[in-house]
Structures are given as structure tokens and as C-alpha cells.
């Protein structure tokens, strides 16, 4: 099967992401062909390490490469300063310097925490990420943020720090949970909604063969990747246009902050798919876009298997004025107003500022009083 | 007494440095002119903030800008993860967003900290920065180099974060310890040993009102500040000429972590002192400047009152192979290799790549033999 290639072009800071099946096992290839250096240290899980890591240092070792290993717990909660401060001493302790490389092999919470700490460790050391997720794949892989939480909320403390090389390797998308597959595809989904309306109409007829893993999923990713760069080229620090890509995440945000990020309840892809279809139907509400769109939406998540809106999420949720002040803290708040990411069409999201709060308000309250919980 | 504008070229993250006395009490009228936004937070340490803090809140107070203070311990440690992470807090506590900004009033640790801290909660925002004392309005002040210390080493995490403003109040350095503006004062003279041996010259016959305060002083940090930010300019992230920037520390920081970082026996500016004139000795012993040079950059040094040997440091030393160890983790050492800066006259220092570690162990020997420790 093919191997596609997304450039990123971002002048100095350009980078390759490679895609294609069985990747991983021909990385250390990949990067010993890379690597101007030979030490070596690779972030990863606990889970992950199981599967990948022996082989993984096995192969190196063929090319002459040391590696330095640092495990930190599968889970959001290594996104944390205690374990940053961990992965830094590690770093530190194994004398790597500027021209020396930091691999991230994992999903989204091992390529934020890893890319993190890369992009502070003497101002910046070379950086490779192995996305072992789909989300991974078509959205982290993409653009640089990198980052931990706080009790403030999530992302709030990081660095926009590129990459100088991906690997996506889709094969290892197989042993992915389906539900985690899915989460990923509300991702692959977003593009399509915000300016690629063929790309989703390619979606609704070719899905089930991204979901199998033919072709099919290695094009998908490709343009997921290749319509991120498109947009990340433009505004890289996120002056503008770049927040078209936080489409569904605003309410997704809120619902995952309602849930306490109980992922038994709601996984971040998730409050994408609910948050993309609360767009839309808003846009509608606002008579921005039609309700039949709305509707085509929700039928392809659907069948996708996603949820599509809030009634799906198990367990009770606060009510209207608690979720208003979750949208209010989120970070693409601008000097207290309200900014969302709208739609006229499909594939035709916008910018909108100044939402008024009522409105919002009123919207969510409509969604709000459908919302029965069924386990009380 | 006429006020000096450098700016500090950098496209987009271009900003100014003004310099002038009594700025300080006018700082609020100039930052009310620069600020987007109303929402400010102002980091400093528990010395400084008790001089100029009320003063400040209440000048501020007139442009109806409202400010959170945030206040360290002054000194040395406050560059750690825990600081790092109780400055962020506050910040995120008081819901400062991208486009509000926060004000580092304070010497080179609070302007270390203060803008890595900038730099990374929400991945970047306003930081101007007041300098308080001489070392941070002619070193700190330019290059948005950010950044704390680890168990490992000094300065081994950070970025490099450009402010929007530096505003260097040149009558607050009248209150420094004479110490520590001599110190400062060694980094003024490395701007003539790099490559202005105009400007030593000029050092040679005007340093006495440099340090009384006349309009001499004000040139001075002008000059130091235009001739950083020239090479800054040039090399913003260290790819190469930066590097000059380190003549003279490559010695000096083997000699404050030889002192363990002991402020009673060796403060940066005198470490830098010596490192300059044993870099210039050491350039004289590979036979590429005269020995007249090294007497008359000792001379100009210990006219203002600087050290200018290994033995005017109080207290015992570590032996020639403890100090090669400190100078081979000291972060300017590229794959193992040693790199100096050197010099082959009179403001014509260059980088050294591949120094042989053999001949700088020689010349460290020969140095601590003349090494008397008087308190034995």
C-alpha cells in the first residue's frame, strides 16, 4: 500500500509527515536517515511501551543508536507539571543537548506532554512524534501546540513547538479501541465541516473503508493532515483563522469539562462529534445555515457510530447557566466576549465574535430540557 | 537628561527598549499607551516590590488599569519548577487571557522567570519587562531568552520569548549594592571585547560617570543593548554568532558552580569578569592575541573593581579536572566537542569550535597553581 507524504511548510520549521501502513517498523530507517545526532530518548506509556518499545530499540540498536526510555503513566493526568518536570529530568539527567533528538511514541496525551518538555529543554531540542491514535494522527501531528494541564483547565500551560518529523502509522490504528477509532474520525469529520465539503461528501460514501483500513484510511489521513497544514501555514500562532479548527470544540469543551472527564462517559472526540452538530443546529437557530444540513450531519456521525448530541451522554449533566460559565473559560475567549465557530453551509464554518450570551443561553437550555438522565 | 530608544528588530516580535532616569514613575503612562488591554498582573520579589510596588499600583490606578501582584522570594531560587508553577497559578487564578500581560519588575531572575512564565501559560502572552538592576537592563533585557534552573544546571529550561516593552529606569541602578553594579558592569565591557573596540575605548575614558549616573550611564546601556540586539537580530535562536554572547561565561559558570553558587564569594558579572580575561589569556597561549591585550582589559577591569584572576575568588577551588567537568556541562558544548569563545585582538572575538580539551586542562593547571587559598 502506498506511503503519502504531508509536508508541512512553515519557512525554517517545515516538517514531513509520513503515512502509511507497518510505519512504525521501518522507522528507526525513517529516522537514522533523520538523526544528525546519536542520542536518542523516546517518551512514551506504560501501554504503548508494552507493544512497541523492545522492538523499537531492538532495531535502533542495529543502526548504532542508543536510546534513553522514559515511561510515564498512560493518561491524561501525566499531562500534568509534577510528571513534566519528571520527562525533563530524565533529559536532562541523560545529557542530551540541542542537536539531539526527543521521540514521542503515543497518542495525543504522550505527543503534547513530550513536545512540551522538547520545546523548553535548553530552549528547544529536536523533536520526532510517532502518533500511535488516530486523533494523534490527524490533529496533534499537525501545527505544534503542545502542552499540560492545570486545575484551571486543559492546555493552559504550553508552547507552539513543530516537530521535525511524523510517522503515522495507520496499521497500528487496528489495535485501537472502535470507540477511540471513532473520537479520531469526529476529527477527519471536522475538516470536511469546515472547508472541504467534497472531502466529507467522500467521507459519507468511503468511511467504512477508513474505518477497515484500506487505502481509503491512509487518504483520509493524508488530507486530514494536508487541510490542517493548509490552515496551521496561514496563522501558525493562532492570530485568526487558525481557530476555525476549534469547530465543535467550544460546546465540546464545556461538555467535557460537565462530564469531569469521565472517560467512561465522554472521550474528547466525542464532545466533538455532539459539539460539531450544536454548531450547526445554532447556526440554523441564528438562520445562518438550513436545518436540512443539520440533519446529513448527524446522520453520517451517526452511522459512524458517534454521538450526536447531548440526550447521548450518560449520567446527569449541570444545568444551562454551569455550562455557560464552561464556555466562558474557555481559552478563545477574547477579552470577555464571546467568540464560536460557526457555519453558512457545508464546508463553510466562520469565525463568529461577539456572540451574544442570551442567545447561547437559550440554545443551550432547549438542549438542555431534552436531556433526560436515565439513571436517575 | 535625554531619554534613548533602542529598538529591537525581529519582524513581527519587534519591540522597544526605552532608557532614561526616573522612568520608573512615568512607566505607567508609557505602558497605558502600549497596553491593548486592562487586565495586567505584575510579577517581582519581596525587596523590590516593597520600594516600588504601591507607587506603581497607585499611578496605575489613575488609568483605571487594575493589576494583580504577584510576589516571589527574591533571589536566586525563585528560578525553580515550584515558583514557575505558584507564578503561573496566580495568572491563570486571575483569568488573564493571549491578549492581556504581565510585567516583570525586578532584576534578572524575575525577568528569567517572569517571561518564561509569559511564554508558556496559554502558549503566550503580553510581557513587558522593567529591569532593576544593571546586569538584567544590559543582558536580560535583550533576546528574550527566559528560563529557571534545574538540579542539572542553570538556565537548562526555557524559551526564547520576546517582550512587548522593556523600560529601563537608569536612576534606580543608584540604589544597587556597588557590587553588583560592577557586575552589571562586566557585561557592558564583553559588548566592547566582542566587537566594538570603539566603544572600550570609550569605556576606558568614561566609566567613572557611568557608574556616578550622568548622561554617560544612559549611553552606555544604550550602546550594550544596540550592539546584543545586533547580534540578536541576526541569530535570534542561537544557530551560530549568537554564541559570542558567551565570551568570558564558558570560564565564569565553571567558576560559579565551582563556588557552588555562592553569592558571598562570586556574584555572574564578576565570574564573567574573570572568564573574559582568562579567555583573553587563554587565546594569548594559543598564540592568537598579545599578551598586552589580556593586561590591558585586567587593568580597565580592575580599575572599575572588578576580579580579574581565579585567585581573587575567596575560598577554596576544586582541582583543573573538577572544573573540566563543569565547563563540559556547560550547555554551549556541541556533541562533546569544546567551544570557546576566543579572541584575536581587541574586539575581534570568533567562536572556537573543537578547543582540545587537552590544552584548556593545561591552562586551568597552570592557573590554580597560582591559586592561594588564603582562609586554609
Redesign the interface.
Known amino acids: 500500500m502506498k506511503t503519502e507524504t504531508v509536508t508541512v511548510n512553515l519557512n525554517k520549521r517545515s516538517y514531513d509527515i509520513v503515512i502509511g501502513p507497518k510505519l512504525i517498523n521501518k522507522a528507526t530507517k525513517i529516522i537514522a536517515s533523520h538523526l544528525p ?1 546519536t542520542r536518542l530518548a523516546i517518551v512514551t506509556d506504560a501501554n504503548v511501551s508494552a507493544i512497541y518499545l523492545p522492538t523499537f530499540q531492538e532495531s535502533l540498536a542495529e543502526y548504532d543508536i542508543g536510546i534513553i526510555p522514559v515511561v510515564v503513566d498512560a493518561g491524561e493526568k501525566s499531562k500534568s ?1 509534577p510528571v513534566l ?1 519528571t520527562v ?2 530524565s533529559i ?2 541523560a545529557k542530551l ?3 539531539d533528538t526527543i521521540i514521542a511514541l503515543g497518542g495525543g496525551v504522550i505527543g503534547d506532554l513530550t513536545g ?1 518538555a522538547a ?6 531540542i529536536g523533536f520526532i512524534q510517532i502518533p500511535t491514535s488516530l486523533l494523534a494522527q490527524v490533529d496533534s501531528s499537525v501545527g505544534g ?1 503542545t ?1 499540560i494541564n ?4 486543559k492546555n ?5 513547538y513543530q516537530p521535525k518529523l511524523v510517522i503515522a502509522d495507520t496499521a497500528v490504528l487496528d489495535t485501537l479501541p472502535l470507540r477511540e477509532f471513532r473520537a479520531g474520525y469526529a476529527e477527519i469529520v471536522k475538516y470536511g465541516l469546515i472547508d472541504q465539503p467534497g472531502f466529507f461528501r467522500w467521507l459519507e460514501k468511503n468511511w467504512r473503508t477508513v474505518f477497515s483500513g484500506g487505502a481509503e484510511r491512509v487518504e483520509a489521513i493524508a488530507c486530514s493532515c494536508r487541510f490542517k497544514a493548509a490552515v496551521v501555514e496561514r496563522d501558525e ?1 493562532e492570530a485568526g483563522e487558525r481557530a476555525l479548527l476549534n469547530l465543535g470544540h467550544t460546546f465540546g469543551h464545556a461538555l467535557e469539562t460537565a462530564t469531569g472527564y469521565d472517560a467512561e462517559r465522554l472521550i474528547h472526540g466525542e464532545g466533538v462529534a455532539i459539539g460539531m452538530v450544536l454548531a450547526h443546529e445554532f447556526s440554523v437557530r441564528l438562520n445562518l445555515a438550513s436545518s436540512d444540513l443539520v440533519e446529513r450531519i448527524r446522520r453520517h456521525l451517526h452511522t459512524a457510530g458517534l454521538p450526536t448530541q447531548i440526550t447521548h451522554i450518560p449520567g446527569s449533566l449541570p444545568d444551562a447557566d454551569t455550562l455557560m460559565t464552561y464556555i466562558a473559560q474557555d ?1 478563545k ?3 470577555g466576549a464571546l467568540t464560536f465557530i460557526l457555519t453558512r453551509g457545508l464546508g463553510q464554518a466562520f469565525i463568529a465574535k461577539d456572540v451574544p450570551q442570551a442567545e447561547v443561553r437559550a440554545f443551550l437550555l432547549e438542549k438542555l430540557s431534552r436531556h433526560i438522565d436515565c439513571r436517575r
Request: positive net charge; glycine residues 18%; proline residues 0%.
Open positions: 545526532s507539571f518536570e525533563i529530568d536532562l539527567a543537548e540541542r542537536g512540551f520545546g523548553i529543554v535548553r530552549r528547544g501546540k502542552g492545570t486545575t484551571h483547565g493552559l500551560v504550553g508552547v507552539f500562532h481559552k475567549v477574547t477579552s
